[in-house]
């Protein structure tokens, strides 16, 4: 008799999130980061929970912390946690929390709630990982309406002066922020010299083509764009 | 003997010729004075330009990726300007700097209020498991900055412009003169005037230039019978009274709280001496709140 053990995959997602949501009513905030969480979890980036210490991993900094469901279902789809957490998550016992604490949750880079923070550690990590010769990734994942904190701008400036090009800033861009971005998101990294592509935040495809297409020297911004805040 | 912050950046720049493992990170001040280093060790020695929440969140990303930064602006940038940076990207996300400001509480007392930040050391008081690091002397602050670079603790040295005569490498609460009437704590550069001003009075002189972790062990050892404690700090009145208080919980005692004011917001310019006199910490005015205080 042989048993199979069941590796979870994409199409388990909307189950692991409904763990935490209670139904299948999914909260716009987790569901409009799954799809490029999917996509650099499970073919962009070098990382998983045999080489959580390992120097030279891949970093991924969710920097837009709240709504972290469909992190959490990925980290679990990924090894990093395991299923059963999730019914109890936000809960005095849980070490999973509406905001992700990288002190508690494996697999979690940087704690993360107050906005405007992920992007300017990730230069920070993206310069200690080149003095230190190493060529890891670092992907940070921000939301457009995030993008309003003036502190992503102090890093959004330096980064490509920098020359910081093992650096990707991936934008979920649900339209949410408040006075928008002249020109659009994409606008605002290219004047400051990142490479920057647009694609659908639903097409896997596109982003992975998005995540790994060559940028030498340059950060990367990927604009990922879903349906418009509210609009589901 | 060069000032604290000279001795500061020759120092800095030794580290980093020495250990590939340290950084230093700044938000253009001080750059030009580190600017040989730049060159020798681009990868290490970062200038963000004039951005302080970058200057703090650079620091935690260094740190993430294995790195010991070296973290250095004027303490009302550095503390006030990126607390939060302070608060998240260091202490909460558990990663070790070296935070190394200058500027003090008025060392640049023509440029006014906005460089000037009595309430520094409040602020990372606020924060847990910090070292506080105030030297009252150019050699203080090198051995200071030296002791702290191994590791990964959260540091915060405290550099000025007003020093003593002498420096004090010992650690903890140091007695400086004994007496029987109370003790007298100087905290970094307020020793010279506190001994100064306690000149003919029946007091224990101590002397600190690390108020965290503060030495309440210390404190217990220095005032056995009689628990009159007068606390001179360079900085926010009373900033360090909660472990004064603590440490002597147990016993009956009273305490006098030197700093600067917290009743008015100072807005002359002028020069050290003028503020000194103002926040009533020349030794004239420490030497008047001290026999009020121990003859009251």
Redesign the interface.
């Known amino acids: 008799m042989t048993t199979t053990t069941h590796e979870p995959g994409y199409a388990d997602l909307p189950r692991l999130i409904s763990l935490m949501t209670g139904d299948d009513k999914h909260h716009a905030a987790a569901e409009s980061t799954v799809d490029v969480l999917w996509v650099l979890f499970d073919r962009v980036l070098d990382l998983g929970p045999e080489t959580a210490r390992r120097p030279g991993r891949d970093r991924f900094l969710l920097s837009k912390g709240h709504g972290p469901m469909a992190y959490y279902a990925v980290l679990v789809a990924k090894g990093w946690l395991d299923e059963d957490e999730l019914a109890g998550w936000s809960s005095a016992r849980s070490r999973l929390g509406h905001h992700p604490d990288r002190v508690r949750a494996p697999g979690v880079e940087i704690s993360s709630g107050s906005l405007g923070h992920g992007l300017p550690i990730a230069v920070g990590a993206a310069l200690g990982l080149r003095a230190r010769r190493f060529r890891s990734r670092i992907v940070t994942l921000v939301g457009d309406a995030e993008l309003d904190e003036g502190s992503n701008h102090e890093a959004i400036a330096v980064a490509a002066r920098l020359g910081l090009g093992t650096l990707t800033t991936v934008v979920v861009d649900n339209q949410s922020s408040t006075h928008g971005w002249p020109g659009g998101i994409a606008r605002r990294f290219e004047t400051e010299g990142w490479a920057v592509r647009t694609v659908s935040g639903r097409d896997h495809e596109a982003l992975y083509d998005a995540f790994t297409t060559p940028h030498p020297g340059r950060p990367l911004a990927v604009v990922a764009v879903v349906e418009p805040k509210g609009a589901h | 003997m060069p000032n604290m912050r000279d001795t500061f950046l020759a120092t800095a720049e030794e580290i980093v010729n020495t250990d590939?493992d340290v950084?230093i990170?700044l938000a253009d001040i001080s750059a030009a004075a580190l600017a040989e280093a730049a060159r020798r060790h681009p990868?290490?020695v970062?200038n963000?330009?004039i951005?302080e929440?970058?200057l703090v969140?650079?620091?935690?990303?260094?740190?993430?990726?294995?790195?010991r930064?070296i973290v250095h602006t004027f303490n009302a940038f550095l503390v006030e300007r990126a607390f939060?940076?302070i608060k998240?990207?260091l202490s909460?996300?558990?990663l070790g700097a070296v935070l190394v400001s200058y500027g003090a509480s008025y060392d640049m007392p023509m440029e006014g209020r906005t460089h000037q930040a009595p309430g520094d050391v409040a602020l990372i008081d606020s924060l847990p498991g910090w070292y506080v690091h105030v030297p009252g002397h150019p050699e203080e602050a090198r051995r200071l900055l030296l002791d702290s670079v191994p590791g990964d603790s959260r540091t915060y040295l405290r550099l000025s412009a007003q020093e003593n005569s002498e420096p004090h490498l010992g650690v903890g609460l140091q007695t400086i003169r004994q007496g029987t009437r109370g003790a007298v704590i100087a905290v970094g550069p307020m020793l010279d005037r506190v001994l100064e001003a306690a000149e003919g009075m029946d007091v224990t002189v101590l002397y600190t230039s690390t108020v965290r972790p503060f030495d309440a062990e210390g404190l217990r050892a220095a005032v056995p019978g009689v628990a009159d404690v007068a606390l001179v700090e360079p900085y926010l009145k009373g900033t360090s009274a909660h472990c004064v208080a603590d440490a002597l919980a147990d016993r009956p005692h009273r305490l006098l709280n030197l700093g600067t004011r917290r009743d008015a917001e100072v807005r002359i310019y002028g020069t050290l001496a003028d503020h000194d006199l103002v926040h009533g910490l020349d030794a004239g005015s420490i030497a008047l709140s001290l026999k009020e205080f121990f003859t009251g």
């Open positions: 590939q950084a990170v990868d290490r970062i963000v330009g951005r929440q970058l969140s650079t620091a935690a990303g260094l740190a993430l990726a294995g790195l930064p939060e940076q998240l990207d909460h996300q558990e």
